[in-house]
Every structure is written in structure tokens, then in C-alpha cells.
């Protein structure tokens, strides 16, 4: 136990910590801008699974990273447009729409691996990058600028996203939308529209986010790979209040504690490793019943919107 206190572990726990944020801050962004505009999509984790295949077999077959990445965003695209239709246009419950998303995703992925590849294979996924004189510093310099571009794009999304939810005129809209959706109607505001882009472009960012997994984080895929980090980065969104910056603070924190349990096995502590596992998701769930404010939440999150009854 004593182990897990020194400098290196420490080292390798922030290491892992950043690296581990990766998926679930595009993911849980990619979310709040879908929540912000009143949609809530619990299909992001299927959208990771297909998009993390995508990406992997177009880099295995390619051996184009780029390529792997572009195909990732084009399957979260298209899987944002299906449930943009299926919730905004046919106006179907939210919640049954985007669990029937997760479950095409994880049928889907794991039938395409299986009769595309059939064994775990691995590719050479984007490599740490070191930033010039800031790498050099010591102790955080090894830590947060010696990372891959998806580990570093994952950071700079965060004061982006808070750009355009907070000082811009689409971001104005989206929370116009997402509030009071008949006022932004009679405003001039295009509500189909809008929420159409907000869920697009937060599927995207899952699908990049699946991407982080299997050709950046681990370079490889199997079934179910992102064991649940779709919702976990749904809750995550309630957790950060519906803002980039709280996200941030739940992605660290979450991955944080899984870093350490990581640790911990790898350490050999006393602790049975299903018990390690769980640590986490109890976390998530502990921080939900106690930052729960449900006053920061968007009016008409979860609410489809029909014109002809107002």
C-alpha cells in the first residue's frame, strides 16, 4: 500500500488520469451540446462502439490514422442524423430512441468485427507528441505535454465548447431552443434545424471520442470496449451542470479514481479487483446525488417540440 504513495506512481496515476479523460470529455461535450438544445441522447455509446470499429478497421486496412479518425466522424455523423430524425422530426420519446441507437451500435460492431477481422488485432495508433520547451518542465511537463493530438485536441475542446455555448449567437440559439423552444420559434429561430446540428455535431464528437479508444488509448478492438463510458459521459453532463468547464472537473475526477484503481491492481493491494472496478461507477454515482441541480437544467431537455400546438 505504501507504493501507492510515492512520486512514481503519483507520476503514472496524472499520467493516466489525463490520457483516460480523453474519450469522456468529447463525448460528454459532444452531449451538452445536444442537452443544451433540449435532446438527450443515450445512444452515445453506441455511437462510440461503431465509430471506435470504423476507425480501427480503416486504420488496420489503411494504415492512415487520419483516414481511421475521418471515419470515425462520419459514422458518429451518421448515426446523429438517425437519431435526430427518430427524436426531433418523428418526435419519438428520447430515452427509447437512444437506447435503441445503443443497442444497433454494440449489435453492429460486434457483428462487423467479427466477420471483418474475427481476432483481436492491433494497430499503430497517433503517438505522444512532445510540446517544445513546455515537455521540459518539471513533473507536469512530462504529464500534460507529451500527449497524443487526440489527448490534447480532447483539452483545448473544453474552453471552445464554453466559447460557443456562452459568446456566440449559435450558442445563444441552442439555449434558446433548449429552453423555451416555442419562444425561439416566434423569434425566427429554426428549432428543427438547430437541435438537428446540436445532436450532429455531439454525435460526432462521440464518434472521435470512440476513435481515442481504439486508435489512440488502447489501438486495438473488441467487443464492448467502451464498457459503458457512453453513459457514464451522459451523466456526466448532469454532473458538470450543462457547462464544458464542469464536465472537465467530472471527466478528471472520474477518471482520476480509475486511474488509481488501475494502480491499485497493478500494485497488487489488498482490494479484490471486481471491487476496484466498481470504484468508479460508485464515484459517478455519489457525485450525481450530491451535485444534482436540476435548476441549471434546460427547460425542455427531453421535451420534442411540435408547432402546430402552439
Known sequence: MKGLFSLNVLTGVLNSMIALATPFLYAAIGETFAQTAGVVNLGVDGIMLLAAFGAFFVTLMTGNLWLGLLAAAAIGLAMGLIMALISVTLKAEQGVSGIGLYMFGLGMSSLLFKVLVGTVKTVQGFQPVSIPILSTIPFIGPILFNNSVLVYGAFLLVPL????????????????????????????????????????????????????????????????????????????????????????????????????????????????????????????????????????????????????EN
Open 161 to 308: 465548447a464554453w466559447v460557443v455555448l456562452e459568446k456566440t449567437n449559435l450558442g445563444l440559439k441552442f439555449k434558446a431552443v433548449g429552453q423555451n423552444p416555442a419562444a425561439a420559434d416566434s423569434l425566427g429561430i429554426n428549432v428543427v434545424a438547430i437541435r438537428y446540428l446540436a445532436v450532429c455535431i455531439g454525435a460526432i464528437l462521440a464518434g472521435i471520442a470512440g476513435a481515442s479508444l481504439s486508435i489512440s488509448l488502447l489501438n486495438l478492438f473488441q467487443d464492448d470496449l467502451t464498457s459503458g463510458q457512453g453513459f457514464i459521459a451522459v451523466a456526466l453532463v448532469y454532473f458538470g451542470g450543462w457547462s464544458p468547464i464542469g464536465v472537465l472537473g467530472g471527466a478528471l475526477l472520474f477518471s482520476a479514481v480509475n486511474s488509481i484503481q488501475l494502480w491499485m491492481q497493478v500494485l497488487g493491494v489488498n482490494l479484490p479487483a471486481s471491487v476496484a472496478v466498481m470504484l468508479p461507477y460508485i464515484l459517478t454515482i455519489v457525485a450525481l446525488m450530491m451535485t444534482a441541480n436540476r435548476a441549471r437544467q434546460p427547460a425542455a431537455l427531453n421535451k420534442p417540440f411540435d408547432r402546430s
